[in-house]
């Protein structure tokens, strides 16, 4: 028979937007087609903030990720776990087996965590932030880690998890689409396989559940 899962997704209004932190805020607000990266400034004198332009399709590429999780502590991508809680929670059960992919360096994995749900594995193709946040969340010891490309899920088994969770995720991938009425034929192959991948790893009748700035259509 077939099996069947379900996609749930959640894109980001402008009110919910007005809700993430005023740091956070701050950091988006500087262009719609820049996110700057943020360092602390060497000159003890200057309480300015250093920032790195960074271009949209940039997302795309794990060398800036890997640049960027060496400097960075923590980012919240779009809405905090508490923010998401209420549209979370019909959804999964603290019995359930969860992966995160695109984790970053998220708090969101361990506030999930400390609400109960603790069966949790959390993915990205960043060796230096999977080795970071494992190294950070030891004491969450029912959680784990691994390095792997959310578009090449290989490794895990058919109906191995009961939800997946993408926050921004597949956002980052899309970046290098260009005309979203014809986008690029490789960010179609990478959304695709990301997509087969995850239908394959959830159990029947489980979720795909995405918080996405990306528009409906």
């Known amino acids: 028979g077939t099996t069947t ?6 894109t980001m209004t402008a009110d919910q937007q007005e809700h993430r932190s005023e740091e956070q805020t701050q950091q988006n607000s500087q262009s719609s087609a820049v996110d700057p990266v943020v360092h602390d400034n060497d000159n003890d004198n200057d309480t300015t903030q250093t920032k790195k332009n960074v271009q949209n399709r940039d997302f795309a590429k794990q060398e800036y990720w890997e640049e960027r999780f060496a400097e960075e502590e923590s980012y919240e991508w779009l809405l905090s776990f508490k923010e998401l ?10 019995t359930d087996k969860l992966l995160l992919v695109g984790c970053g360096n998220s708090d969101f994995s361990a506030d999930l965590y400390d609400a109960g749900y603790e069966n949790i594995v959390n993915i990205d193709f960043s060796s230096t932030v999977i080795n970071r946040m494992r190294a950070k969340n030891s004491e969450r010891t029912m959680m784990s880690w691994k390095v792997m490309d959310m578009t090449k899920m290989d490794e895990f088994e058919d109906d191995a998890f009961d939800a997946v969770i993408d926050k921004a995720a597949m956002d980052a991938l899309m970046t290098e689409e260009g005309d979203v009425w014809n986008p690029n034929a490789s ?17 029947p009748n489980g979720y795909h559940l995405q918080i996405s700035f990306q528009q409906p259509h």
């Open 5 to 10: 899962n379900q996609t749930a997704i959640m």
């Open 85 to 94: 809680e209420p549209f979370l929670i019909p959804y999964i059960q603290t």
């Open 187 to 203: 960010v179609v192959a990478k959304a695709r396989s990301m997509c087969r991948h995850i239908h394959r790893i959830v159990k």
